[in-house]
């Protein structure tokens, strides 16, 4: 495995990872290719088709809009979020485009910007096509994207899974894992903790310091994603018209000062609306390892910080680690794409490394953290992903106060047992990837059915 704990935390925007970032990197991607190649100049006309699940849910995930701004050079990690409506709305006034901010072309977006609801491409349900056009409506170039989950792409005509490894260049970790079995057993032979593990791969391609500052970057960005959630009032976009709460409950638990025995799920649960209220506006956040399941993981981190006596940095650190560790399994040995697994390829493994990730914090071995990830996995397995009106508020925001309450619960369960037990997270792995090819396309992402059809929209 040549993944890295930030291929499974990255600093991106919302509402979509799939459906927002990755066709974001895409068409950033594509245009880039035709300058690289010398065909920028030559281009004329820019055609986008969207197939399958970015096709039946774009408008509401933004990836229209996410398409429209990665053309002109934008990039999840870096892109203003409160410049791509202006942006957008430059675009369709004028019916011109900027490639990469530097060729201006017309784009009729009607005509160039299809959404292609009956079809879909051969590799993934979240499928685009870019084509790019010279003198004489010329081809110049036209490739397929894949966009997998998490804000991973891959390119080209051959079908294409989202467990695709990601390059790092010619070096490899020392410590490689393909499973739990695998993981567990490297850890028990060399003597380590399973965080230390995943810290000395990491070494492979960045030194301490670099490690160390960009999980502390990732843990100051939930941080932030946190407050503004806190701060941020009014009604969330889209025709549902969602009425932010995380701020009203903010101020209630202020108020209240530890009244009441819950007052730590009620944090949980405020913490991890305030992320995805965030998220569904199109907010920085930090996809974990999706947007859809955003607000998991650092609604649990906060409540180690906020309510774990002797919480602090190296906690912060041994947990993050630990649940990119998790993240890694699901997304080799299965999907983090709510297209291909339905939920339980979201939330379900959010709320597993999540599990794993408080456990490791809380000085739990090696057992244990395999044991609380399995258990949050176990119980979201059939999970479906039924967006009402294709918009991440409905069920997506509760959902992920649901998911890390069941983490935290998980993670008890796991530390009141010496890691033993009858299911393992290699079996709860391959089961959730044979119940996602099972489940009906209905329920993966495309709101064809569940709460999506059953759920009137206005």
């Known amino acids: 495995m040549n993944l890295s704990v930030f291929d ?34 030559s281009t004329s006309q820019i055609a986008v088709r969207l197939y399958g699940s970015l096709a039946l849910t774009g408008v509401g995930h933004g990836t229209d809009r996410a398409v429209l701004v990665g053309l002109e050079g934008a990039e999840p990690e870096t892109v203003d979020p409160d410049s791509i409506e202006p942006t957008v709305q430059r675009i369709r006034g004028q019916g011109r485009i900027k490639l990469l901010g530097e060729r201006e072309i017309a784009f ?9 609801r009956h079809e879909r491409l051969p590799g993934h349900s979240n499928g685009m096509r870019f084509t790019a056009l010279g003198e004489g409506l010329a081809v110049l ?4 994207y894949y966009s997998v989950g998490g804000g991973f792409i891959v390119k080209g005509a051959e079908p294409q899974t989202s467990a695709a490894p990601v390059s790092h260049g010619q070096a490899t970790a020392p410590y490689p894992f393909k499973s739990a ?21 990491e070494r492979t391609w960045r030194t301490d310091e670099q490690i160390r500052a960009g999980l502390l970057h990732i843990w100051k960005v939930m941080q932030g994603c946190v407050d503004r959630g806190f701060r941020q009032t009014g009604i969330l976009p889209g025709v549902l018209k969602v009425r932010r709460r995380a701020p009203k409950m903010f101020r209630v638990l202020t108020e209240s000062k530890g009244a009441s025995a819950l007052d730590a799920m009620d944090w949980v649960n405020a913490f991890a609306l305030a992320v995805n209220e965030e998220n569904a506006a199109g907010g920085r956040v930090v996809t974990a390892p999706t947007n859809g399941a955003a607000g998991i993981v650092p609604a649990v981190l906060h409540f180690y910080v906020r309510f774990e006596p002797g919480a602090n940095e190296a906690g912060v650190m041994r947990f993050l680690l630990s649940a990119a560790a998790m993240g890694m399994l699901y997304k080799t040995n299965a999907s983090i794409s709510g297209a291909e697994m339905g939920c339980m390829g979201e939330v379900g493994v959010a709320c597993s490394m999540a599990a794993a990730g408080l456990v490791a914090a809380l000085h739990g071995t090696n057992e244990q953290i395999e044991n609380a990830a399995e258990i949050g996995m176990e119980h979201n397995l059939g999970l479906t992903c039924d967006p009402v009106a294709g918009l991440v508020q409905i069920p997506c925001i509760e959902r992920n106060a649901m998911g890390a309450v069941k983490a935290i619960n998980a993670a008890r369960l796991a530390m009141r047992g010496d890691g033993t037990h009858k299911v ?13 090819a099972d489940m009906s396309t209905i329920y993966k992402e495309t709101s064809q059915g569940g709460l999506a059809v059953n759920v009137p929209e206005c």
Do not use: W
Request: net charge negative; glycine share 8%; proline share 4%.
């Open 8 to 41: 499974i935390f990255k600093v991106g925007i919302g509402p979509s990872s799939s459906h927002t970032m990755g066709p974001m990197r895409a068409a950033r991607e594509f245009v880039l290719g035709l300058k690289q190649d010398g065909l920028l100049e």
């Open 108 to 116: 009729d977006e009607p005509m160039q910007l299809l959404f292609m």
């Open 141 to 144: 170039r036209e490739e397929d």
């Open 181 to 201: 079995a695998d993981l567990l057993s490297c850890c028990r032979e060399h003597g380590l903790e399973l965080y230390e593990l995943v810290m000395a791969n």
């Open 424 to 436: 393992s997270l290699d079996q709860v792995i391959a089961t959730m990837r044979q119940t996602g």
